[in-house]
């Protein structure tokens, strides 16, 4: 999957929710970020 795409997908789940999402419910539900590596989102992290 391509950066771009990973990232709109992103953006998407957020706007779409009423809460802000865990990084854990990001990897479980958007695709692009299924990994089990933390540091896969350090920016996520960062921004919170």
Do not use: H, K, Q
């Amino acid at each position: 999957m391509r950066r771009i795409e990973r990232l709109i997908n992103l953006i998407a789940a957020l706007l779409d929710g009423r809460r802000p999402l865990t990084a854990a419910e990001i990897r479980e539900r958007i695709a692009g970020y299924e990994t089990d590596n933390v540091e896969a989102l350090p920016a996520l992290v960062r921004t919170r």
